[in-house]
């Protein structure tokens, strides 16, 4: 990604000052990031191919202001971090699924980013999650700038780390598992490839569109628009019809 490329992205999510490769600009990018490009999965249910390659993943992210998910935001984002001068390395992640059950090897793509002397984990591709990295120099529950009452925090379980989920009644949950070695964008294009293929794959079997908000988080599931504040949660049916406009409102998503 050129310099001209560069501040393309950083204009795609609203940022308009210089980029000092230290912990606060990482958290401020960070939610930038979350709070203009949407996780969502559409190109699969409309048949079009998802491929690693930064030059399609710009083109579709910042030209085209879609979305994408976790192999194709972090992806960028790491791109963007590392031509401005972060030191960073890509992660493999296995995520749980509703029973706790972790899937396999590159399921998820997540960033190890070194910043102000700190070690942190990123990830602008998990949907509904931490809005500024966490520290992973420290154990105690982190609230990731979450306006929901919710907090994160990484547990060393031996031969990987889990991120924990706290929610605010007091419940947790692992959301994935990971290691901290380093990776490369290609060693996620098979599990690319399964994701927008797989009838097992989650992302084959629903449509989803979400983003995050200054009060919560707004949500396109198949046909219903859930928004989510500290105040409570509303859903409504969206009819087939009227689905692009609130793509279009919501999420800037024109398909």
Not at 207 to 219: D, L, M
Not at 232 to 255: H, N, P
Request: glycine content about 10%; some cysteine.
């Amino acid at each position: 990604m050129n310099d001209e490329a560069r501040q393309a992205y950083l204009s795609r999510i609203g940022w308009n000052v210089p980029v000092a490769p230290n912990s606060a600009t990482l958290a401020a990018l960070h939610e930038a990031h979350l709070l203009a490009v949407p996780f969502e999965n559409l190109d699969i249910g409309l048949g079009r191919e998802i491929v690693l390659d930064l030059e399609r993943l710009h083109d579709k992210i910042v030209t085209r202001r879609r979305g994408g998910f976790c192999y194709e935001l972090n992806g960028l984002f790491a791109s963007l971090l590392a031509g401005r001068g972060f030191d960073l390395d890509l992660l493999s992640a296995r995520v749980a699924d509703d029973a706790g059950v972790l899937g396999p090897e590159f399921d998820h793509m997540a960033l190890l980013v070194r910043a102000g002397g700190k070690r942190w984990l990123a990830d602008v591709g998990f949907g509904d999650s931490f809005r500024r990295p966490i520290d992973l120099d420290d154990a105690s529950p982190q609230a990731g700038g979450d306006p929901l009452g919710r907090a994160w925090s990484v547990r060393d379980d031996g031969d990987e780390l889990a991120l924990l989920q706290h929610e605010a009644d007091g419940v947790s949950r692992v959301t994935y598992a990971f290691t901290l070695a380093p990776r490369e964008l290609a060693h996620y294009a098979p599990m690319c490839v399964w994701q927008q293929t797989s009838p097992e794959s989650s992302f084959t079997r629903r449509r989803v569109c979400s983003r995050a908000t200054p009060q919560g988080r707004v949500t396109l599931a198949n046909d219903r628009l859930i928004v989510t504040t500290p105040g409570g949660r509303t859903e409504r049916l969206v009819a087939e019809g009227e689905r692009a406009a609130v793509l279009l409102r919501e999420f800037g998503v024109a398909v």
